[in-house]
């Protein structure tokens, strides 16, 4: 099946030029390794997967030593779902421009979690020599390493070292690292892709074909003319995938492609039909770019919803059952965008929508709340953060009960379809009992978590400032199950001694740690939020669909939640200028700090020396837009005409980039796409604003603050 392609990947293209980041590179002098900054050095001077492969330029010398490690890239709950490599093989392919004696090839072992290694091979064993100017494939049997563990399935590096110390200098390339599987008949040869299309906007070309589920497929191989006859490699698209994105720049010209597909013995199928698009270099107005980078950022949530849920996956690449509850609230908010903007049709999107609640409808509830993960095929929870995660999470439930109700304005039309998805949505809200998690226990607050086997355990009491107002908010909106509304201010917006000292725990501040702030940054003064104010979801997670327009408090005093938002954006925007981190490519239009997937995982970035890590996030900046149009779009340009070629892909902007350590992250995350599209919408128009402010349980609860 296409998903199982990352099941087998160790290496097979780096997203960044200079350096593979996940990757080190070390030796022990006299011996050298070529080094990046401590990362493999990428060529794009060969490769057998276009457009580059590793370098491997070491010295071995006596006393010395030398190590190149290739990581495999395990995104979140990679391990948790089972989605550990498969195969019996590994497979690698070596090109040298001049030749190598076989004693002088490098070793190679293999590393699993845990640290455990398998004992090196020796490559001359397997090589007599490596001859100039021919690539050669290495296939090795994990069985023939010399310490043979159970269980390579949670294989972690690849390794290769010194073998003897023969003083010489070379250079190996390395592509295609994988895992293959001896059974799998490697002889058949996929048919030619088809259907392939070319649509250019500004910068770059997108590319999309008919989708196909052929087993023999290893990867598709994308070409480029610009006459219409001479074709060459610029890219390779897995399987799971039947869109590609050549970003080619501001040359104004008409560009010719093709795909072949490539089986596991390599073997390519003929080319598919060709198809050609020009660029036009010109200007773009504002307005166009906002479209295109919604439209981009939406089909996340079109192309990879789960079949038989309808709902968001986790990420892309990810695992493939894996419904994230918060991030399919968001997507179908977006959806609501893309129908409103032409992007899918209204009756196309009613069916999704119709699809989607019914199957939340079906899906493990407890007490009418959805956990935080679902498996898409049958609706029963995943407990990805352990085994007490198994119940409700009442914010993200929070978070999808928004889109909910937007969607239950939006579609009001007197058909059989929107009329049974207006109908089933407000039985999923009046069943959602927001009053149960108001434990007899500690009933001044609302708690994030309940487990039918262990009740109040997690005992995550939520309490702002953060992203998790919109519960309160619900919860005191609720016909059927409502909270107090005097919860707010004892819960929510406490001043009780424990909510101090919870305010300070994950902050590490006491600005803010009673709810109102007062202090001034970047001559900026901050009226409610703990610290900076905190990562930059915070300003948009409870606030996609509630306008925060609507919102005042004792605490903002004469004015509202938006205006706290948007001084809370041009903190962030003002520390990314003042840089005090001294990171690369912060500025006043390379913004963004929020929670992301950065180069130690996903991390909660914000505007604090604790929280910065000199990984930008372009939802951060973009999801801003109602609070900060003009920054917002600067820094969308930025991203999209000074940093799209490593940035831009097929669902939008890559989750996070941080040039420090030259790294961008190989997935999307739910997320983080959607903000983008339904923030935008809402500074281009207020359309889900609107739709969610126009329920009649919402009016009653700006009243009550």
């Not at 004693?103 to 020599?129: K, Q």
């Not at 009740?455 to 309160?472: C, K, R």
């Not at 509630?546 to 005093?557: A, K, L, M, N, S």
Request: hydrophobic residues 35%; charged residues 20%.
């Amino acid at each position: 099946m296409p998903a199982s392609y990352y099941r087998h990947l160790v290496f097979d293209n780096s997203r960044t030029e200079g350096s593979y980041f996940p990757s080190e590179a070390k030796a022990t002098a006299p011996s050298t390794l070529k080094q990046v900054r401590g990362k493999l050095p990428v060529s794009t001077k060969q490769f057998i997967s276009p457009p580059n492969c590793l370098e491997l330029t070491w010295s071995s010398q006596s006393g010395g030593d030398w190590f190149a490690e290739i990581h495999v890239y395990y995104w979140r709950g990679r391990d948790e779902n089972g989605e550990h490599l498969v195969g019996d093989t590994l497979s690698f392919w070596c090109y040298a421009e001049a030749e190598i004696p076989a004693e002088a090839l490098p070793s190679i072992f293999l590393e699993v979690e845990g640290g455990h290694g398998t004992g090196a091979v020796r490559l001359d064993s397997i090589l007599a020599g490596l001859p100039a100017g021919r690539w050669i494939q290495v296939q090795i049997p994990l069985k023939s390493f010399p310490t043979h563990l159970p269980d390579l399935s949670q294989l972690r590096k690849v390794i290769f070292t010194q073998t003897i110390d023969d003083g010489g200098t070379h250079t190996l390339y390395v592509d295609e690292i994988r895992l293959l599987s001896s059974a799998v008949d490697t002889d058949a040869v996929g048919d030619a892709p088809r259907g392939l299309q070319a649509r250019a906007c500004n910068r770059h070309i997108d590319l999309w074909w008919d989708k196909n589920d052929d087993p023999s497929v290893m990867y598709y191989v994308v070409q480029r003319s610009t006459d219409g006859e001479k074709f060459a490699p610029i890219g390779i698209q897995a399987p799971l995938f039947n869109r590609y994105c050549d970003y080619v720049g501001s040359k104004a010209t008409t560009y010719h492609y093709r795909l072949t597909a490539v089986n596991q013995a390599y073997a390519e199928s003929a080319p598919s039909n060709t198809a050609s698009a020009a660029i036009n270099a010109g200007e773009v107005s504002d307005d166009d770019l906002l479209t295109m980078v919604q439209e981009a950022s939406f089909r996340y949530y079109w192309d990879h919803a789960h079949p038989d849920a309808g709902l968001a996956l986790e990420c892309v690449p990810g695992y493939e059952h894996t419904v994230a509850l918060g991030a399919s609230g968001f997507g179908l908010m977006a959806l609501l965008v893309a129908a409103s903007r032409g992007f899918i049709g209204r009756e196309d999107a009613a069916n999704h929508l119709h699809k989607a609640v019914n199957f939340l409808a079906r899906a493990d509830r407890f007490h009418g709340v959805w956990p935080h993960f679902l498996d898409g095929r049958n609706g029963k929870t995943i407990p990805l953060f352990g085994k007490h995660d198994n119940g409700g999470d009442l914010v993200e439930t929070a978070f999808m009960t928004q889109a909910l109700l937007a969607a239950r304005q939006y579609f009001d039309q007197n058909n059989a379809v929107e009329a049974a998805i207006r109908t089933t949505i407000t039985r999923l809200w009046e069943e959602i009992e927001w009053d149960w998690y108001r434990p007899p226990h500690d009933p001044d607050f609302l708690y994030w978590h309940w487990s039918p086997d262990s009740a109040w355990h997690i005992g995550h009491p939520l309490i702002g400032w953060n992203e998790t107002m919109i519960a309160y908010l619900l919860g005191m909106a609720s016909p059927t199950h409502p909270i107090p509304a005097s919860m707010y201010y004892s819960g929510w917006a406490s001043q009780s001694e424990r909510a101090r000292l919870y305010r300070e725990n994950w902050s590490k501040t006491a600005r803010g740690n009673r709810y109102g702030n007062g202090t001034a940054y970047y001559d900026i003064e901050l009226p409610v939020g703990v610290g900076v104010g905190g990562p930059l979801f915070f300003t948009h997670y409870s606030y996609m669909a509630f306008d925060p327009h609507q919102i005042r408090d004792r605490f903002v005093g004469d004015s509202n939640y938006f205006e706290n938002n948007r001084r809370i954006a041009l903190i962030n925007q003002r520390y990314c200028v003042d840089n005090p981190g001294g990171y690369e490519g912060y500025s006043a239009t390379c913004w963004g700090l929020t929670a992301s997937d950065g180069p130690s995982g996903y991390m909660p970035h914000e505007a604090s020396a604790r929280g910065d890590t000199g990984t930008i996030t372009p939802t951060g900046a973009l999801g801003s837009f109602p609070y900060t149009p003009e920054e917002s779009m600067q820094a969308l340009k930025h991203f999209y005409y000074d940093r799209g070629a490593a940035l831009w892909d097929i669902y939008g902007f890559r989750d996070a980039f941080n040039p420090t350590v030259n790294y961008v992250s190989p997935i999307f995350m739910g997320l983080n796409q959607a903000p983008i599209v339904v923030m935008i919408e809402n500074h281009r128009s207020g359309l889900v604003w609107k739709l969610f402010m126009s329920n009649a349980e919402i009016g009653g609860v700006v009243a009550s603050l």
